[in-house]
């Protein structure tokens, strides 16, 4: 189950949405063509890893496309936006029956759990520690 995957210099994970530089040959002609999507799944180990990008196409149409990584066709992988930080699920799958805006409402939650996080204050005193310090200063006091 991997989570993060190095093509050449561009390092990508699971939810992020990227574009796919291919290189598509017709008969002598050579043409470059980019696939934009969101990853959904890394597959396999070592040599054999693929990845399988997800975009919506026309007239509302889930259309998949799966990579080998070390394909000769795949000219450059970019990364348009990161997804979520640490996801929980190495393939995305339920996301191909969520429309985007459900998809987005995944990520807008995710992200305001990280803001509040950030806004606590990390050195909470508690009840507990409050009366340990007051009873050990009594006690040093006799």
């Given at each position: 189950?991997?989570?993060?995957?190095?093509?050449?210099?561009?390092?990508?994970?699971?939810?992020?949405?990227?574009?796919?530089?291919?290189?598509?040959?017709?008969?002598?002609?050579?043409?470059?063509?980019?696939?934009?999507?969101?990853?959904?799944?890394?597959?396999?180990?070592?040599?054999?890893?693929?990845?399988?990008?997800?975009?919506?196409?026309?007239?509302?149409?889930?259309?998949?496309?799966?990579?080998?990584?070390?394909?000769?066709?795949?000219?450059?992988?970019?990364?348009?936006?990161?997804?979520?930080?640490?996801?929980?699920?190495?393939?995305?799958?339920?996301?191909?029956?969520?429309?985007?805006r459900?998809?987005?409402k995944?990520?807008s939650?995710?992200?305001?759990?990280?803001?509040?996080?950030?806004?606590?204050?990390?050195?909470?005193?508690?009840?507990?520690?409050?009366?340990?310090?007051?009873?050990?200063?009594?006690?040093?006091?006799?």
């Amino acid at each position: 189950m991997a989570l993060n995957l190095n093509h050449k210099e561009n390092k990508f994970s699971i939810g992020d949405t990227v574009k796919v530089h291919q290189k598509i040959s017709e008969g002598e002609k050579t043409r470059s063509q980019i696939f934009e999507g969101m990853v959904i799944a890394i597959k396999n180990r070592d040599t054999g890893k693929s990845f399988t990008v997800r975009r919506i196409g026309s007239q509302k149409i889930g259309i998949e496309a799966i990579f080998p990584i070390l394909s000769p066709n795949i000219e450059k992988v970019e990364v348009v936006r990161h997804g979520v930080e640490g996801s929980r699920h190495a393939k995305l799958y339920y996301t191909r029956y969520k429309s985007n805006r459900e998809v987005e409402k995944i990520y807008s939650r995710f992200i305001s759990k990280e803001k509040t996080k950030a806004l606590k204050p990390k050195n909470k005193v508690t009840k507990k520690m409050t009366k340990a310090k007051t009873a050990k200063k009594s006690s040093t006091k006799k």
